[in-house]
C-alpha cells in the first residue's frame, strides 16, 4: 500500500489523489457501520483496491482530448500498475486476483456489471464520490478550456441517470447527497459563465 500511497500524494490529476482516496475511505467507514456485518466483504481485498483503483489516473493528466481514453483505460491502467507491485510485495495469487478484478470492473466505461462483493462495493464508493461537489468542482477546472456544455452534459446525466448502484445503503446516500450537490454545481456554473 505504501506504493499506492506515493503514487496518490504525488498525482498529475487533483481530482485523483489523496483526497479522493481519504473521502472513499470515510464512506467505506460509514458503509459498514451502517450495514454492520450484513456482507461478506473481505476487507483486505476491498482495501488493497481502494488504495490502487485510482494509481494509473493519478500518474496521467486528463485533457479534453484525452478523457474518454482515461475513462475506458482507467480500470486497466491501476490494474496493472497494481500486479506489478502485488508481485514484488509477494500477495498471495488469490488476493492479486480478486483486487485485480475489483480494480478493472470500477472503470467508467466498464462493459458488464461486477461480480464480486468488494468489485460492487468499490463501484457504488467511487460513484458516491461523483457527487462530491467539490470534486467534481475540481475535475472541470481541471480539464483546461472545457467548453461550459461539457459541464451542462456531466449535470444532465447525473440529473437524469447517475450511476448504477449495487448497494441500498449507498442508493439512500446519494438521494441525501443529490440536492446540495445540483445546488452547489447551479452556483458553480454560475461563476464559470460571469
Not at 467508467?108 to 464480486?116: E, G, K, M, N, V
Not at 447525473?158 to 441525501?176: C, I, N, P, Q, S
Request: glycine share 2%.
Amino acid at each position: 500500500m505504501n506504493k499506492a500511497l506515493e503514487f496518490m500524494t504525488n498525482t498529475k490529476d487533483p481530482s485523483h489523489g489523496m483526497e479522493h482516496l481519504l473521502h472513499l475511505l470515510k464512506y467505506t467507514e460509514r458503509f459498514f457501520e451502517s450495514t454492520r456485518d450484513e456482507f461478506d466483504i473481505d476487507r483486505e481485498i476491498l482495501l488493497l483496491a481502494l488504495y490502487w483503483h485510482d494509481v494509473w489516473k493519478s500518474q496521467n493528466r486528463v485533457r479534453i482530448r484525452n478523457y474518454l481514453f482515461h475513462q475506458w483505460y482507467e480500470g486497466l491502467g491501476s490494474m496493472l500498475m497494481f500486479k506489478k507491485h502485488a508481485r514484488t510485495a509477494g500477495l498471495p495469487q488469490r488476493t492479486e486476483r480478486a483486487v485485480s478484478y475489483a480494480i478493472r470492473k470500477h472503470a467508467a466505461l466498464s462493459s458488464f456489471p461486477a461480480i464480486t462483493l468488494e468489485a460492487r462495493l468499490l463501484w457504488d464508493i467511487d460513484t458516491l464520490d461523483l457527487w462530491n461537489s467539490q470534486r467534481i468542482q475540481a475535475i472541470f477546472r481541471n480539464l483546461e478550456h472545457a467548453p461550459i456544455f461539457f459541464l451542462d452534459a456531466y449535470l444532465l446525466y447525473m440529473k437524469k441517470r447517475g450511476a448504477h448502484l449495487y448497494f441500498d445503503w449507498t442508493k439512500k446516500e446519494v438521494e441525501r447527497i443529490k440536492p446540495f450537490f445540483f445546488e452547489e454545481m447551479a452556483s458553480c456554473r454560475e461563476s464559470l459563465v460571469r
